[in-house]
């Protein structure tokens, strides 16, 4: 009943302890991922035994570590990420555990562990045909239909639909693809948006960079017409990628996460653009906000260790 | 080990007699998918009957049909179609089927029935983790992973991935999404296409409307440059329709078929389109041209009602 839980994010890691679905101590640090994962894993070890010290008499049932580039959760391992801990493929993740913990662990992509925990402790709990679109520095995404999570052979299938062409004429995504929906409407991609306007030498951005969604909202506030241009834009590419979820996997629901979300002024045109472009003839498709934003990759994490410890026994 | 199929398509209905893998007899009918399905059936059932004759000495395990739109395969219903046999999803088909055959039918969308047909008998043997892309008058796709079909609980995944956003401000699609790749490389779009250019009023396709892919190649071949840049357009989303299905669904293999894969060159372009631009670091994409193209589908029906046997018993 007891997991720990390890998110590896960009700029922080969050580390939990996790009881019977409930998150009883929580500690966030600096991630330095771009300094790679091995020298960060003692640090983490010692945090997570610090952590667990009132918990010691409930028995530790393994380890759940979410990663954010592509794993292959049937090999139990860590394909490659796109810049970040670039050495992560290479490092004995599940030695450190044994060692550390005398426990198993278990890794996963980092959406893939959020809408598992949206489904069962979150926004879709109940719901079998769901995805998850994760908008952040980058487009993160995940699929599940039937109860069966859409993973992939290689740990590529239901992760990459940030990475789906939109624009064939556009943008090289830092994946090395061509005109992604990520290269188009992301925090990462928002300074090559801004420049790439004819307005642009007009605007107060050639003062102020543009470097996330929260500075360009407070001058779409204000009134500003190349702030609006740009949310409408990114918002249209959302919703447009939402459909192709909904093309794709066949959800009744997507569970919209990650830092932008937290404008939730995004929703509604989103849903619009659903209502008005996506082919079901079945009913619906309705977009909500995850319930769990800052801990549902934690909860996704706890369910898949709690789920592998029923199938051993 | 006997089974009938018919495969519904928009202009021509193929019928064929199975036998342990083996097409014994087939015959093609005109289709007027214009004038709806209910009045095709009692046609359709005399025609297999007739073409029973010489094998009525071997048990007919069930009757499968194709179709050329939405299936909800767990319900065994036709959903919708796009435009064809507009009244199918209102036809008492298993009661047609029980009443001529004393028999049960299974339905499937079309491009999973070829799906199957390629992987049991065709380009894809032994393969669990592959897609198909069938360029015709549409674009119809399919896919598996691990040795599932990708259909979502509706019959809305795998099969639509013709309908993904590809071109945000491009070309309504008939299935009512914005800038498809269907609506920017088929058949249907191919008139449309020639229209949008600067240079369609100076090409010799102002006097000769190209209707189908066969004439620009004509003409491809003799020089022109309009059909060279139209032909290039189409094998650029293509090729990234066909990346769109790796990170999609993490394919090892692409199967294509269709008529206008008839055109052997066009695999090249796009082989080197997923060799440029897929993500996969587990290695290489392949795309091959199917095997039995007149006939994976039939094939796939015929494994379909096969396995369902096998199940109830």
Known sequence: MKTYAVDLGGTRIK???????????TKIIPAHSDQGLADRLPQISDILKEMDLNYQQIQLDGVGMAFPGIVNFYENRIVTSNEKYKDAANTDIIGWAKREFHTKIILDNDANAALLGEVYYGAAKGCENVAMMILGTGVGTASMIRGQMIRGIHGQAGCLSGHITMNLNGRRCNCGNQGCLEA????????????????????????????????????????????????????????????????????????????????TEIIRPIQKWIDEYAWTPWGRVRIIPAKQPESSVLLGLHYLVEESKKGVQ
């Open 184 to 263: 188009n409407a992301s925090t990462w991609a928002l300074p090559y948006l801004v420049k790439e306007t004819e307005q642009y030498l007009d605007s107060p951005f050639r003062k102020e960079p543009v470097q996330d969604f929260s500075t360009l909202r407070t001058y779409y506030q204000k009134g500003d017409p190349l702030a609006k241009y740009l949310f409408d834009h990114c918002v249209a590419y959302w919703g447009a990628g939402a459909v192709n979820l909904i093309h794709s996997y066949d959800p009744e629901l997507i569970v919209l996460s990650g830092g932008v979300s937290r404008f």
């Open 15 to 25: 580390l939990a302890i996790i009881i019977d679905g409930e998150i009883c101590v």
